[in-house]
């Protein structure tokens, strides 16, 4: 008898669906990695693609319908589409790697967003000087395309995050929203690297597809061509958890190869939590519908915010072709929405006339801990309330709540030319992970 003990592993794809000569999608030259999710979300998912028989009859009955694949060696190719459900939380990567370029969380989060890695100077600089709550000296200066990185900073025990708005300012990092009064002397300031949505000219791309494989000790599913279709995170006793949805263009099975589930590779940073940080959002609007000329300088309002949860949904538009049984080449990402719902236990008079005035702010939620390879923080630069922040949630006996609910905006705060928006620079959603200073 056989459990139901199942493992979870993604690779990624250097071609959409890893097709081979035949045009047959395949595992070889894949490198999957175990992912440490859930369990309950993994299943053999899918169902088959077909085409219904609606012929003529002389009788109540059905005929069978015609599978829509090929033919491989004489028979038909069995194959599935669907979705790929994984839920997992954002532990960071650690001392281990400089970037996550090769971690199950960059293969995750790249599936439906571009990525930036900070630069080797922005990993971790001591600043030589603090020139303001929006300014400081680094030891050495970042690269131009670090504009839109977020930024991390351990202030009077408690982890603050902001974004890059210029890099050479008199020689100085122009950030913001601002960090609070403690940034002063010669603080340690860590970069993250940035998951993003493009924006211009780069909208609707990724990083690259992935594949996916389970495992159990009587079956073994694959998944081929897999993209990201949504994000949801929220706080599970103070832990950030993501779930992630991927639209598969071909699933199959191939249990004759099942053997054990695989043990997860653990990273060893960790996890985020929603403790010892901060949710801000800008004093002011940044510069949204026309193009900024200096990079953003905006002051922090903290607020008092007990949870907060973000949806992230990316509309996938299938680029059809015949040439294969994927019957595609690639999905676009032809449209994206980002809800992010904050819950105060405190209401904020500040965006008290936001929702009727239009009012844009910059949205930043960070975690705990923040260190070397330690930290994650999300970030709309420019975001609009969906709600009128002054209807109060008062249908519990003990407080009084606000819930604010942003989705984004256009952003153009950055100081960037149209090749910096290639990178991070003006795009409208973000999420970072610190990594290792190595």
């Given at each position: 008898?056989?459990?139901t003990h199942?493992s979870?592993?993604i690779?990624k794809?250097?071609?959409?669906?890893?097709?081979?000569?035949?045009?047959?999608?395949?595992?070889?030259?894949?490198?999957?990695?175990?992912?440490p999710c859930?369990r309950?979300p993994?299943?053999?998912?899918g169902?088959?693609?077909?085409?219904?028989?609606?012929?003529?009859?002389?009788?109540s009955?059905?005929n069978?319908?015609?599978p829509?694949?090929?033919w491989?060696?004489?028979?038909?190719l069995?194959?599935?589409t669907?979705?790929?459900v994984?839920?997992?939380?954002?532990t960071?990567?650690?001392?281990?790697a400089a970037?996550?370029?090769?971690?199950?969380?960059?293969?995750l989060?790249?599936?439906?967003f571009?990525t930036q890695?900070?630069?080797a100077n922005l990993k971790?600089?001591?600043?030589?000087a603090?020139?303001?709550?929006?300014?400081?000296t680094?030891?050495?200066?970042?690269?131009l395309?670090?504009v839109g990185?977020l930024?991390?900073?351990?202030?009077n025990g408690?982890?603050e995050?902001?974004?890059?708005?210029d890099?050479?300012v008199a020689g100085?990092?122009?950030v913001?929203?601002a960090f609070?009064a403690?940034?002063?002397?010669?603080p340690?300031v860590?970069?993250?690297?940035t998951?993003?949505?493009?924006?211009?000219?780069?909208t609707?791309?990724?990083n690259?597809?992935?594949a996916?494989?389970i495992?159990g000790?009587?079956?073994?599913?694959?998944?081929f061509?897999?993209v990201?279709?949504s994000?949801?995170i929220t706080?599970?006793?103070?832990?950030?958890?993501?779930e992630f949805?991927?639209?598969?263009?071909?699933?199959t099975?191939n249990h004759?190869?099942?053997?054990t589930p695989?043990?997860p590779?653990y990273?060893?940073?960790?996890p985020?939590?929603?403790?010892?940080?901060y949710?801000?959002?800008?004093?002011g609007?940044?510069?949204?519908s026309s193009n900024g000329?200096?990079?953003e300088?905006?002051?922090?309002?903290?607020l008092?915010?007990?949870?907060?949860?973000?949806?992230?949904?990316?509309t996938?538009?299938?680029?059809g072709y015949?040439?294969?049984?994927i019957?595609?080449s690639?999905m676009?990402?032809s449209?994206?929405?980002?809800?992010l719902s904050?819950?105060?236990?405190?209401?904020?008079?500040t965006?008290?006339?936001?929702?009727?005035?239009?009012?844009?702010?910059?949205?930043?939620?960070?975690?705990g801990?923040l260190?070397?390879?330690?930290g994650?923080?999300?970030?709309?630069?420019?975001?609009?309330?969906?709600n009128?922040?002054s209807v109060y949630?008062?249908?519990?006996n003990?407080i009084?709540?606000?819930?604010l609910?942003?989705q984004?905006?256009r952003?153009a705060g950055?100081?960037?030319?149209s090749?910096?928006?290639?990178?991070a620079?003006n795009?409208p959603?973000?999420i970072?992970?610190?990594?290792g200073?190595?």
């Amino acid at each position: 008898m056989a459990v139901t003990h199942r493992s979870l592993s993604i690779a990624k794809e250097t071609t959409f669906g890893s097709p081979d000569t035949n045009g047959i999608p395949s595992s070889t030259g894949l490198t999957f990695v175990s992912i440490p999710c859930e369990r309950d979300p993994i299943v053999i998912a899918g169902e088959p693609v077909v085409s219904e028989r609606n012929d003529a009859r002389d009788g109540s009955y059905f005929n069978a319908p015609e599978p829509d694949t090929v033919w491989s060696n004489g028979d038909r190719l069995r194959r599935r589409t669907g979705q790929i459900v994984c839920r997992v939380d954002l532990t960071t990567i650690g001392t281990a790697a400089a970037n996550y370029d090769s971690n199950y969380l960059g293969y995750l989060l790249g599936a439906g967003f571009a990525t930036q890695a900070p630069s080797a100077n922005l990993k971790s600089d001591t600043a030589s000087a603090v020139t303001s709550v929006n300014q400081y000296t680094p030891s050495a200066a970042p690269a131009l395309a670090d504009v839109g990185l977020l930024v991390g900073s351990e202030i009077n025990g408690r982890a603050e995050y902001s974004a890059i708005t210029d890099n050479d300012v008199a020689g100085d990092v122009t950030v913001s929203p601002a960090f609070s009064a403690g940034f002063s002397g010669t603080p340690t300031v860590r970069g993250l690297q940035t998951w993003y949505t493009p924006s211009r000219a780069a909208t609707g791309d990724f990083n690259s597809s992935v594949a996916f494989k389970i495992d159990g000790a009587s079956f073994q599913t694959l998944a081929f061509g897999c993209v990201l279709e949504s994000l949801s995170i929220t706080v599970d006793n103070g832990r950030l958890m993501g779930e992630f949805t991927y639209q598969a263009s071909f699933i199959t099975d191939n249990h004759g190869a099942a053997s054990t589930p695989i043990e997860p590779v653990y990273n060893t940073g960790a996890p985020a939590f929603f403790r010892g940080s901060y949710a801000v959002i800008s004093g002011g609007s940044p510069a949204s519908s026309s193009n900024g000329t200096v990079g953003e300088t905006q002051s922090r309002v903290a607020l008092d915010c007990e949870d907060f949860s973000l949806t992230v949904t990316n509309t996938l538009t299938p680029l059809g072709y015949s040439n294969n049984v994927i019957g595609m080449s690639g999905m676009d990402i032809s449209d994206v929405s980002v809800e992010l719902s904050l819950t105060l236990s405190s209401p904020s008079a500040t965006v008290a006339d936001d929702f009727f005035n239009r009012t844009v702010r910059q949205v930043l939620v960070g975690t705990g801990p923040l260190g070397d390879g330690k930290g994650c923080a999300v970030m709309l630069p420019a975001a609009v309330l969906t709600n009128d922040p002054s209807v109060y949630d008062v249908s519990g006996n003990d407080i009084v709540r606000q819930t604010l609910t942003y989705q984004q905006a256009r952003y153009a705060g950055d100081f960037t030319t149209s090749s910096y928006e290639s990178n991070a620079g003006n795009s409208p959603f973000r999420i970072g992970l610190v990594v290792g200073n190595v």
